[in-house]
C-alpha cells in the first residue's frame, strides 16, 4: 500500500511561488508514475504535471514554463515547483501515484490523472489572490 501526504500549500499574491511536497512510502515497482492533479470549486478536475520511472514529464498547457514537477527517490518525495502564480491556479491540489501494470507513462498518464492511478494523497489548498 502506498501512503501519500502533501504539503506546501498556502494563500500568495499572484506572481508569487510555492513549492509542493509529497512524502510517499517507497514505491516498489521498477516502473511507476506519479503526478499532481488539482480541482477548484465548481471547476472539473485536471491533471497539472505527470513523472514516470524513466524520467519523462508532461505538463498541461496553462502551467507550462511556469510549474516544474521533479521527485527526490532517495527521500520518496514528489515535488511541484509553481512560479508565477496566477488566481487561476487556485485549488486543492492532490499528488497521486501508480506502480500497478500496466503503468502509464507521463505523457499518457497526464489525461487519465487520477483516474488511472491507484493512491492519492488528501490534498494541500494552493489560492492566490490577485
Known amino acids: 500500500q502506498v501512503r501519500l501526504v502533501e504539503s506546501g500549500g498556502d494563500s500568495v499574491q499572484t506572481g508569487g511561488s510555492l513549492r509542493l511536497s509529497c512524502a510517499t512510502s517507497v514505491i516498489t515497482a521498477r516502473d511507476y508514475c506519479m503526478g499532481w492533479f488539482r480541482q477548484a470549486p465548481g471547476k472539473e478536475r485536471e491533471g497539472v504535471a505527470t513523472?514516470?520511472?524513466?524520467?519523462?514529464?508532461s505538463y498541461i498547457d496553462s502551467v507550462k514554463g511556469r510549474f516544474t514537477i521533479s521527485q527526490d527517490n532517495a527521500q520518496n518525495t514528489l515535488y511541484l515547483q509553481m512560479n508565477s502564480l496566477k488566481p487561476e491556479d487556485s485549488a486543492m491540489y492532490y499528488c497521486a501515484a501508480d506502480q500497478d501494470p500496466p503503468v502509464l507513462t507521463a505523457i499518457q498518464a497526464l489525461g487519465v490523472i487520477p483516474d488511472a492511478f491507484g493512491y492519492r494523497g488528501q490534498g494541500t489548498q494552493v489560492t492566490v489572490s490577485s
Open positions: 513523472i514516470d520511472s524513466d524520467g519523462r514529464t
